[in-house]
Nanobody
């Protein structure tokens, strides 16, 4: 499966931004779709994911309450709505897909990153 992400940009602290990620096909290897991010000099961090099978969403602790992941199953597309953005949210955001839970070692496909920059 190939993943195409879009929606990054430059915003001010407190602003909102929405990322999109479309999968090239509906496949079991993309049963979970979501996002990771990596800031300069830091390790890649899980952000959020959706389990299509049961329509269940899960989030990393640093974004709970501010970010919302949703999806359009018919279009194999997930969206990450990011609200109340902080400078520490600045990172390259990567769309990812996996057959099982979306954790780094189990990712089956990665999209190209999209840069989100939050200015203070």
């Amino acid at each position: 499966v190939q993943l195409q992400a879009s929606g990054g940009g430059f915003v001010q602290a407190g602003d909102s931004l929405r990322l999109s990620c479309a999968a090239s096909e509906h496949t079991s290897s993309a049963n979970h779709m979501g996002w990771f991010r990596q800031a300069p000099g830091r390790e890649r961090e899980f952000v959020a994911a959706i389990n299509w099978s049961v329509n269940f969403t899960y989030y990393g602790d640093s974004v709970k309450g501010r970010f919302t992941i949703s999806g359009d199953n018919a279009k194999n597309t997930v969206f990450l709505q990011m609200n109340a953005l902080k400078p520490e949210d600045t990172a390259v955001y990567y769309c990812a897909a996996s057959r099982y839970v979306l954790i780094d070692p189990l990712v089956d496909a990665w999209g190209k990153g999209t840069l989100v920059t939050v200015s203070s």
